[in-house]
């Protein structure tokens, strides 16, 4: 009997707080605004340099092509086209 009792007791318990904790009402809070939020934001000031890397980087690509080329006449010539 005790055991019915202290389940009981236990559910209401729950119940209540389930009640209680839905009926509370959200705080309100201000939504920021674009201009703060832009404030808010700190300038960095990036110390940065153009990068160079392309002109090699085309040349590699242009002799892989090359490559490519020459082994597809390579693979012709072998089987006769």
Do not use: C, H, Y
């Not at 389930?18 to 509370?24: D, E, F, G, R």
């Not at 960095?44 to 892989?64: F, R, S, V």
């Amino acid at each position: 009997m005790f055991w019915w009792a202290s389940s009981l007791t236990g559910i209401v318990a729950a119940a209540v707080v389930i009640v209680i904790v839905n009926t509370l009402e959200p705080e309100q809070t201000a939504a920021p605004t674009p201009a703060n939020v832009v404030a808010a934001v700190p300038v960095i000031d990036w110390k940065t340099e153009t990068a160079t890397l392309t002109g090699p980087l085309q040349e590699e690509l242009n002799a892989l092509q090359s490559d490519i080329k020459k082994a597809e006449r390579k693979v012709r010539e072998d089987i006769g086209l």
